[in-house]
């Protein structure tokens, strides 16, 4: 299919250690964003680009969340030193369009999300 | 993060029942957003709501977009059993590309 993958599915890791999560996009597709999802909420804002460019990062919980797509297609959440409380499902979404236009969504396509467990 | 207030927060109900839930948020929203969530997969776009007041309806889901534009309802007719999953209201505003997102209604349906 063409629709976002998200790669590992699962991560199980021992709390310090270092974990790369990757997003695949829609091909062609502008806009990327990650979001976190607890179990039992919804998804909660991270980060997103507009082709290589981070446009806005104010959700990344401390600087030990960073995220990069450096060419514009994909993108990968890097969280260091992993903490118990950064278990979650960490999930990837794309648009063919930046932003939003009056009268207009863009319409954000999700993947099937990371999960994450920190030990 | 803030995250909007959605009730209920789960339904069991019998199949061939109507269901409503509702969203409801502090701020003020230019586009409402209605999402399912199947087990295993990501959300999935089901209705936008860009003008406050609208009713649009999708098949058996019907949705508003709250006059104040800090409210959305959403309610599906005659549930069968594929409706089973989480349903989560979105916000957004106009020139900005994030989406906040209320806790979900679980929602579960008996043959």
């Known amino acids: 299919g063409a629709g976002v993958s998200q790669s590992p599915r699962y991560k199980v890791t021992k709390r310090g250690q270092d974990v790369a999560l990757r997003c695949d996009p829609i091909s062609g597709h502008v806009s990327l964003y990650w979001y976190r999802q607890a179990l039992g909420q919804g998804p909660e804002f991270l980060t997103y680009?507009?082709?290589?460019?981070?446009?806005?990062k104010s959700g990344l919980p401390n600087d030990r969340f960073s995220a990069e797509r450096p060419e514009g297609s994909i993108s990968t959440l890097t969280i260091q030193r992993t903490e118990q409380r950064d278990s979650a499902m960490y999930r990837c979404?794309?648009?063919?369009?930046?932003?939003?236009?009056?009268?207009?969504?863009?319409?954000?396509?999700f993947g099937p999300g990371t999960r994450l467990t920190v030990l | 993060g803030q995250q909007l207030n959605q009730s209920p927060q789960s339904m069991f109900i019998q199949e061939g029942e109507d269901v409503s839930m509702n969203c409801t948020s502090s701020s003020i929203f230019n586009t409402w957003l209605w999402y399912k969530q199947d087990p295993g997969e990501g959300p999935v776009l089901l209705i936008a709501?860009?003008?406050?007041?609208e009713l649009t309806s999708n098949g058996r889901l019907t949705a508003q977009f709250g006059i104040t534009r800090k409210d959305s309802f959403l309610n599906i007719s005659a549930s069968i059993p594929s409706d089973v999953g989480i349903y989560f209201c979105?916000?957004?505003?106009?020139?900005?590309?994030?989406?906040?997102f209320g806790k979900g209604t679980m929602l579960l349906v008996s043959p």
């Open positions: 979404a794309s648009s063919f369009e930046p932003g939003q236009l009056h009268g207009s969504y863009n319409e954000q396509f």
């Open positions: 709501l860009y003008k406050a007041g």
């Open positions: 979105a916000g957004q505003n106009s020139g900005y590309s994030t989406l906040t």
């Open positions: 680009f507009n082709y290589e460019a981070q446009q806005d």
